[in-house]
Protein backbone atom coordinates (compact mmCIF):
# COMPACT_ATOMS: atom_id res chain seq x y z
CA UNK A 1 0.00 0.00 0.00
CA UNK A 2 1.44 3.41 -0.98
CA UNK A 3 1.96 5.71 1.87
CA UNK A 4 -0.31 8.56 0.44
CA UNK A 5 -3.30 5.91 0.25
CA UNK A 6 -2.55 5.20 4.02
CA UNK A 7 -2.50 9.03 5.06
CA UNK A 8 -5.20 9.47 2.99
CA UNK A 9 -7.02 6.89 5.01
CA UNK A 10 -5.51 8.12 8.38
CA UNK A 11 -6.87 11.67 7.44
CA UNK A 12 -10.26 10.84 6.54
CA UNK A 13 -10.90 8.21 9.49
CA UNK A 14 -9.65 10.90 12.18
CA UNK A 15 -11.55 13.48 10.57
CA UNK A 16 -14.72 11.91 11.07
CA UNK A 17 -14.38 10.43 14.12
CA UNK A 18 -13.28 14.69 15.43
CA UNK A 19 -16.10 15.64 13.89
CA UNK A 20 -18.57 13.13 15.35
CA UNK A 21 -16.99 13.79 18.82
CA UNK A 22 -17.14 17.74 17.94
CA UNK A 23 -21.15 17.62 16.72
CA UNK A 24 -22.83 15.06 18.86
CA UNK A 25 -20.53 14.99 22.31
CA UNK A 26 -23.84 14.16 24.03
CA UNK A 27 -23.76 10.78 22.60
CA UNK A 28 -20.56 9.86 23.35
CA UNK A 29 -20.63 10.79 26.86
CA UNK A 30 -23.99 8.57 27.13
CA UNK A 31 -21.61 5.81 25.43
CA UNK A 32 -19.22 5.96 28.18
CA UNK A 33 -21.66 6.72 31.12
CA UNK A 34 -20.23 10.11 32.02
CA UNK A 35 -21.50 13.57 32.70
CA UNK A 36 -19.57 16.10 30.76
CA UNK A 37 -19.18 16.45 27.12
CA UNK A 38 -15.85 18.61 27.46
CA UNK A 39 -13.05 16.03 26.85
CA UNK A 40 -15.01 14.75 23.36
CA UNK A 41 -15.39 17.57 21.63
CA UNK A 42 -11.65 18.66 22.96
CA UNK A 43 -10.28 15.72 21.42
CA UNK A 44 -12.49 16.05 18.57
CA UNK A 45 -11.09 19.67 17.64
CA UNK A 46 -7.74 17.79 18.12
CA UNK A 47 -8.62 15.03 15.52
CA UNK A 48 -10.11 17.76 12.74
CA UNK A 49 -6.50 19.69 13.32
CA UNK A 50 -4.85 16.48 13.04
CA UNK A 51 -7.11 14.93 9.90
CA UNK A 52 -6.32 18.48 7.86
CA UNK A 53 -2.58 18.20 8.71
CA UNK A 54 -2.31 14.74 7.52
CA UNK A 55 -4.29 15.41 4.20
CA UNK A 56 -1.84 18.70 3.57
CA UNK A 57 0.83 15.86 3.92
CA UNK A 58 -0.72 13.29 1.70
CA UNK A 59 -1.37 15.96 -0.81
CA UNK A 60 2.30 17.32 -1.14
CA UNK A 61 4.29 15.71 -3.67
CA UNK A 62 6.99 14.56 -2.78
CA UNK A 63 5.21 13.76 0.51
CA UNK A 64 7.76 15.38 3.32
CA UNK A 65 9.45 12.23 5.21
CA UNK A 66 9.72 14.83 8.26
CA UNK A 67 6.34 15.61 8.41
CA UNK A 68 5.00 11.75 7.97
CA UNK A 69 7.58 11.12 11.03
CA UNK A 70 5.64 13.59 13.28
CA UNK A 71 2.55 12.43 12.40
CA UNK A 72 3.67 8.62 12.79
CA UNK A 73 4.96 9.76 16.12
CA UNK A 74 1.34 11.57 17.39
CA UNK A 75 -0.44 8.17 16.21
CA UNK A 76 2.37 6.42 18.59
CA UNK A 77 1.55 8.68 21.33
CA UNK A 78 -2.00 8.58 20.79
CA UNK A 79 -2.03 4.93 21.85
CA UNK A 80 0.11 5.13 24.23
CA UNK A 81 -1.93 7.66 26.05
CA UNK A 82 -4.94 5.69 25.31
CA UNK A 83 -3.67 2.72 26.87
CA UNK A 84 -3.19 5.28 30.46
CA UNK A 85 -6.17 6.56 29.75
CA UNK A 86 -7.89 3.18 30.27
CA UNK A 87 -5.95 2.19 32.96
CA UNK A 88 -6.51 5.29 34.98
CA UNK A 89 -9.96 6.17 34.25
CA UNK A 90 -11.17 2.65 33.50
CA UNK A 91 -13.71 2.46 36.77
CA UNK A 92 -14.99 6.33 35.70
CA UNK A 93 -16.64 5.02 32.31
CA UNK A 94 -18.69 1.96 31.09
CA UNK A 95 -16.68 -0.75 30.09
CA UNK A 96 -18.27 -0.03 26.29
CA UNK A 97 -15.90 3.08 26.57
CA UNK A 98 -12.90 1.56 27.53
CA UNK A 99 -13.95 -0.72 24.36
CA UNK A 100 -14.15 1.92 21.72
CA UNK A 101 -11.22 3.74 23.36
CA UNK A 102 -8.50 0.47 22.85
CA UNK A 103 -10.38 -0.10 19.37
CA UNK A 104 -9.23 3.25 17.89
CA UNK A 105 -6.20 2.56 19.56
CA UNK A 106 -5.92 0.05 17.76
CA UNK A 107 -6.65 1.59 14.21
CA UNK A 108 -4.08 4.24 15.01
CA UNK A 109 -1.74 1.50 15.97
CA UNK A 110 -2.26 0.04 12.66
CA UNK A 111 -2.43 3.51 11.17
CA UNK A 112 1.21 4.11 12.38
CA UNK A 113 2.49 0.60 11.30
CA UNK A 114 1.59 0.94 7.96
CA UNK A 115 2.73 4.35 7.30
CA UNK A 116 6.13 3.61 8.81
CA UNK A 117 6.28 0.63 6.52
CA UNK A 118 5.52 2.22 3.62
CA UNK A 119 7.78 5.04 4.47
CA UNK A 120 10.87 2.81 4.84
CA UNK A 121 10.29 1.42 1.75
CA UNK A 122 9.82 4.34 -0.15
CA UNK A 123 6.42 3.77 -0.99
CA UNK A 124 5.35 6.89 -1.83
Given at each position: MKLKNILFTNAISSGITGLL??????????????????????????????????????????????????????????????VVVVVIISSLVSIFGSIIIMTIAGWVGMMAYLQQKALNKGSV
Open positions: LTSVPEFFAKLFGVNTIVPFREVGVFLIVFALFVLLTASKSPIPKNWTQLIIALDVSWVIVS
